[in-house]
T-cell receptor, first 108, second 114 residues
Framework: GQQVMQIPQYQHVQEGEDFTTYCNSS?????IQWYKQRPGGHPVFLIQ?????EVKKQKRLTFQFGEAKKNSSLHITATQTTDVGTYFC????????FGTGTKLQVIP | DAGVTQSPTHLIKTRGQQVTLRCSPK?????VSWYQQALGQGPQFIFQ???????QRGNFPDRFSGHQFPNYSSELNVNALLLGDSALYLC?????????????FGSGTQLSVL
């Protein structure tokens, strides 16, 4: 079955530093979504990418979908303490498969 | 506009018991997916219901079953509970008519099996 892996598993950064998480799928994805889960919370939808090579920005967050539609990345510029949480990529149609997640800790 | 609601929020059961979890989707949504999230892991897809039928199923045993009602709400049933079933169970709703892959999650039910 489809597997979606993310690296790194954990990342500690100093506030103001940049952060990037990478997502790799074992199969081609029709779309990629990104979710954020705060500690003790539930996943919250951030964005969806559909086209090969697509890049989308949300303020300090930049999302990329690979040319082969098998990988994606999320880059946060100048992290803030509010960015703390676990970031998941997810892909698939109907059966949306979540990645393993990257837990981000921001040190003030 | 109510979001996705799940009940109960917490549940404690013993091995071998049965449990039923409930979910009401976001207003306007017609599709419900259930996920199991173990501590420190990503959500694992259990199944998806649409038009009162199970449309997709993940790699979970038959002890996990579900139902969707005409008002689009859904139940997840787990029989013969095992210690390993302890997890956060998340319900997510979406719309088949619009952005169907965009999932809205409820706050989850924390199930502990003793």
């Amino acid at each position: 079955g489809q597997q979606v892996m993310q690296i790194p598993q954990y990342q500690h950064v100093q506030e103001g530093e940049d952060f990037t998480t990478y997502c790799n799928s074992s199969t081609t994805l029709s779309n990629i979504q990104w979710y954020k889960q705060r500690p003790g919370g539930h996943p919250v939808f951030l964005i969806q990418l559909v086209k090969s090579g697509e890049v989308k920005k949300q303020k300090r967050l930049t999302f990329q979908f690979g040319e082969a539609k098998k990988n994606s990345s999320l880059h946060i510029t100048a992290t803030q303490t509010t960015d703390v949480g676990t970031y998941f990529c997810a892909g698939g149609y109907q059966k949306v498969t979540f990645g393993t997640g990257t837990k981000l800790q921001v040190i003030p | 506009d109510a979001g996705v609601t799940q009940s109960p929020t917490h549940l404690i059961k013993t091995r071998g018991q049965q449990v039923t979890l409930r979910c009401s989707p976001k207003s306007g949504h017609d599709t419900v997916s259930w996920y199991q999230q173990a501590l420190g892991q990503g959500p694992q897809f259990i199944f998806q219901y649409y038009e009162e039928e199970e449309r997709q199923r993940g790699n979970f045993p038959d002890r996990f079953s579900g139902h969707q009602f005409p008002n689009y709400s859904s139940e997840l049933n787990v029989n013969a509970l095992l210690l390993g079933d302890s997890a956060l169970y998340l319900c997510a709703s979406s719309s088949e008519r619009t952005k169907r892959e965009k999932l809205f999650f409820g706050s989850g039910t924390q199930l502990s099996v003793l």
